[in-house]
C-alpha cells in the first residue's frame, strides 16, 4: 500500500508535506501572485509542426500536472478564503529583510540552492506567502488552547562554560566547573542572569541573555532537560549541570509576556496533528474542495487526484481487506462444491481402473 501523497508546504517553519516535490516542481514564479504570464494555446510553430500547451503538459506527465493543480487549487481557494487576512506586501517585506540578513540576494539564493534546488528569491516569497494561508487554516481547523501548548513546556535560560582542552584560551573540565561555580555564586549574590550570560556564555544565546524561550520535553539532552523541568518559575540550579557541551547554570523562566513565543509552539503542535493525522487533514481538504464547489475538469487529473489526495489510508485498508459478499461466497461455496464433486468423480473412476488393472493382472 503507498504513502498518501501530501501535496502542500506549509509555512517552511511549520510544514513540509511530501508530494510537493523539490524545488523545481514548486518553484514557478506564477502562482497566484504577479508575474503570471498568457502562454494561449500555441508556444511555437515550425515547418515540422506546431507545439501546443498540451505537448508541453504530456512531456510533463499526468502526475506532476495533477499535483500542481491540486496545489494552485487549494493556493486560490485559501487566498480567497483568508483574503481580509493576509497582507502579500507586509510578508515580502519579511522575506527580504531576511534576504538580507544572509547577505543578499545572490547569498541566499545559493543557500537555498542546497536545501531546495532550483528555489529563488522570488518562488520563495510566493511559498511564504502561499505557507501563511494554509498555517492559518490548519491553525483554524486544529484549535490549540494555550494551556495544551503550554503542556510539557518550560521557559528556559543558561549560561554555558564549555570544556575546551585542545585550545590554548579554552577551559579543562576542572576550570570550567570552577568557572561555573564562581559564576552561579555572582548571580546568587545579585548579579544579573542575563547579563552574566551575555558576557560569559559560550552558547549562541549569550546574545540574548542566555533566553532559551519556551522549551519543550524532549528538545535538549536529558541532563539538561532533566534540571531545567524539575525548577520552579524563577528558580536557578544551585550548582552547575554537566552536560556533553560543558557546565551550565539554568533559570527557569516565569513564562509570562510569552505570546509571541507561544504561537511557534501551537505552530509546531499544529505540524505535529498533520503529520500524525493524515486522513483527518484529508477530510479537511474535501470539506474544502466541497465548499468551493470544486471539479477537476480532465478524467485523468481527477482520477489521480481523488487517488493519491482524497482517499484516506483507511479506506483503502478496508478496501484490500472487505469480506466477500454473500453473493459472492455463495458463488465460491458453489465453485468449492463442484471441484469437491469433481474430486469424487475422478477419485471414483481411479478405484474402478485400478481394479481393471488388478483383474487384468490376475
Known sequence: MKKKLMPVVIGLGLLGLA???NGEEGSSDSGNGSGETEFGEVLSTSDAGDVTVDDVLNNLGTTQVAKQTFQLTLDQILQDKYSEEVDPAEIEEEVDAEIEQYGGEEQFEMLM?????GMTADSYKQQRLSSTYHNLFFTEKFDISDEEALE????????????????????????ALEKAEELTADIEDGADFAEVATEESDD???ADGGSLGLVSEGQMVEEFENALFDLEQGEMTSEPVKSEFGYHI????DEEDIDDELETVKSQLINQKVQENPDQVLTFYQDLLEEYNVSFENEDIQSYIEEAYLSSESEEESGDGEEPSEEESSEAESDDESSSDEGTEEESNDEETSEENTDSEE
Do not use: M, N, Y
Not at 540552492?113 to 534546488?117: F, G, N, R, T, V
Not at 510539557?152 to 576550570?175: K, P, R, Y
Not at 539554568?250 to 523562566?253: H, L, Q, T
Open 204 to 206: 549562541g544565546s549569550a
Open 250 to 253: 539554568i533559570k527557569r523562566g
Open 152 to 175: 510539557g513546556t518550560v521557559e528556559g535560560s543558561h549560561i554555558l562554560i564549555s570544556v575546551d582542552e585542545e585550545s590554548e584560551d579554552g577551559l579543562s573540565e576542572e576550570e
Open 113 to 117: 540552492a542546497q536545501q531546495q534546488p
Open 19 to 21: 508530494g510537493c516535490g
